[in-house]
């Protein structure tokens, strides 16, 4: 309560086989919490890895929102992005969504069954983060084709972005996905400044959970 915990959709949590009372294994998730977060401003957890990620089609996540204060915040007020490259600064591919928000239960449901929110509510398809490899390669060759211009605003060091529908694709520097060193992932309050979507400028608060980071679809074909 305000929000109870299930599994995502397409989730099944294993069994243990080294286990002689046959434990179920947990899904690995985190909850990340900001208070106040300036517009513009982003809070994230990383990781150091290596990694070559071209044998894999898509990167997938599960991304849950709760607001803190029910009415102090509205669905895309922030955004959920994850960034790989070789560095968390200056080269690397970044995915970008906007978050739709879980309502609140309204009364305690710790023993009401029919007040319980099921998957779909927790865990809205929206919110699920599938990024394909092939539109990170895509936003690069666009973004390489331009520094190729004479006079062009484009640069290396500069952001890059790169719209899949809603959602936002940034390139910098010269990442690459046969050797991932970095994994970072986080919540964004974005910039009014950015125009993504109409934006009050204002600090936001609000509890994300991200649910089961990894790599699906990978290519079985020969050669």
Do not use: C
Request: aromatic share 8%; charged share 25%; glycine share 4%.
């Amino acid at each position: 309560y305000p929000v109870n915990y299930v599994l995502p959709n397409g989730l099944k949590r294993t069994t243990d086989p080294t286990n002689p009372h046959m434990t179920k294994q947990n899904e690995q998730s985190i909850s990340i919490k900001v208070l106040e977060l300036e517009d513009g401003d982003a809070r994230a957890a990383y990781k150091n890895v290596r990694m070559d990620m071209r044998q894999y089609r898509k990167l997938r996540m599960h991304v849950h929102a709760e607001a803190i204060d029910e009415d102090e915040l509205s669905d895309g007020d922030l955004r959920a992005f994850i960034r790989i490259g070789a560095d968390y600064t200056q080269n690397y591919y970044e995915y970008e969504v906007p978050l739709v928000l879980t309502p609140h239960l309204q009364a305690p449901s710790r023993y009401d069954l029919n007040s319980i929110l099921d998957r779909d509510d927790v865990w809205p398809e929206l919110n699920e983060i599938i990024i394909t490899m092939d539109i990170l390669q895509q936003a690069k060759q666009e973004r390489n084709d331009l520094l190729r211009i004479a006079n062009s605003p484009i640069t290396l060091t500069s952001n890059y972005y790169f719209y899949d529908g809603m959602n936002r694709v940034t390139v910098k520097g010269n990442p690459n996905l046969s050797n991932v060193r970095t994994i970072m992932i986080g919540v964004r309050n974005p910039s009014q400044n950015e125009n993504i979507s109409p934006d009050d400028g204002l600090t936001k608060s609000g509890i994300v959970w991200m649910n089961e980071l990894r790599l699906t679809d990978f290519n079985e074909d020969g050669g």
